[in-house]
């Protein structure tokens, strides 16, 4: 249980992973989208714009934004290849040194999302519902660290911004990945995609090896609104959530695996893990207004 994040030194630091500007088809600048995200109780901004040569291949920053209390991370949504039948490659690196190379002759999605995680950043395959991921692609990325789970912009695109069937199916399989829920931000008019879905990390200090070194360790969990404070998991045995108020509380493994327990300002939920088999399980928390939180997947073997 070593990547829970709740018996980790430090604080919790509220982040966006996925952001657009208008350095590629957002429609604010840099400083302005961070600025909105600063005013609205975001600790770190990650700048996410497309890295592609129409948009000349942009590592976006916001340096004036920088303070104590703000942090913006540059990275890049990658593209490079094709997906097996979907499409051309969508990837998330957080954390790109400001030097990350171009793409190559002939690179594909799997080789430049190497040469991002070589290059220090957090890597994360991108909403897989949006554009109809299949397994083999996700797995031919190799060891990356996420899935996206969830994609706030999808849902008033294409209804389509919940991607937990991949990571549930490549996680009943003993595949280890993290998730991460996301804006991916453009602040486009005809969709509410901002202040949909965040990450909230744990780390002892707001700087930007933190909070890279924490996503890595999984010590984090996304949240469309309710807030998980711990998760103490006895395996075998069960498995007890504390939380803000919440009108459901689920704990899911392999297959049709759950126990749940549904009320009205639920904040302290044990449930029975006595006949779950396979890998792992995760928490989920679902609130009266119908936002959620996810806790990573939990493995009941730690070197597994």
Same mark, same amino acid.
């Given at each position: ?13 509220? @982040?966006?992973?996925?952001? +657009?500007? =208008? %350095?590629? *088809? ?5 400083? $302005?989208?961070? &600025? ?115 994609? @706030?912009?999808?849902?008033? +695109?294409? =209804? %389509?911004? *919940? ?5 549930? $199916?490549?996680? &009943? ?132």
């Amino acid at each position: 249980m070593r990547n829970l994040p709740f018996q980790q030194p430090g604080q919790f630091w509220r @982040g966006n992973l996925h952001t +657009h500007t =208008d %350095r590629s *088809d957002g429609t604010l600048s840099p400083e $302005a989208v961070c &600025a909105y995200y600063r005013d609205n109780g975001y600790d770190f901004l990650a700048l996410t714009d497309h890295y592609m040569e129409r948009f000349g291949y942009p590592l976006t920053d916001a340096p004036s934004l920088r303070s104590d209390t703000f942090l913006p991370i540059v990275g890049a949504e990658l593209h490079a290849g094709e997906t097996s039948w979907s499409g051309l490659w969508h990837i998330l690196a957080v954390g790109l040194p400001p030097d990350f190379p171009s793409n190559v002759a002939d690179e594909d999605g799997p080789q430049i999302a190497t040469r991002a995680m070589q290059a220090g950043a957090f890597v994360a395959a991108a909403h897989p519902a949006w554009y109809s991921l299949c397994e083999a692609d996700v797995l031919s990325l190799g060891r990356v660290h996420a899935i996206e789970t969830y994609n @706030g912009t999808s849902a008033d +695109h294409n =209804d %389509r911004p *919940d991607s937990w069937y991949m990571l549930d $199916a490549l996680s &009943a399989q003993g595949y280890r990945y993290f998730a991460c829920a996301t804006d991916d931000a453009h602040f486009h008019p005809l969709r509410a995609d901002v202040l949909r879905g965040w990450v909230m990390v744990k780390a002892e200090t707001l700087t930007q090896d933190n909070i890279l070194n924490a996503l890595k360790s999984g010590h984090f969990y996304s949240s469309t609104g309710p807030q998980i404070l711990d998760v103490q998991v006895d395996p075998g045995e069960c498995v007890v959530v504390r939380c803000s108020p919440a009108s459901s509380v689920f704990v899911t493994g392999k297959g049709w695996m759950a126990r749940q327990e549904h009320g009205s300002g639920l904040r302290e939920v044990t449930l029975s893990l006595r006949d779950f088999r396979g890998p792992y399980c995760r928490v989920t928390v679902r609130d009266a207004a119908g936002g959620r939180a996810w806790s990573n997947p939990i493995w009941f073997e730690e070197n597994q």
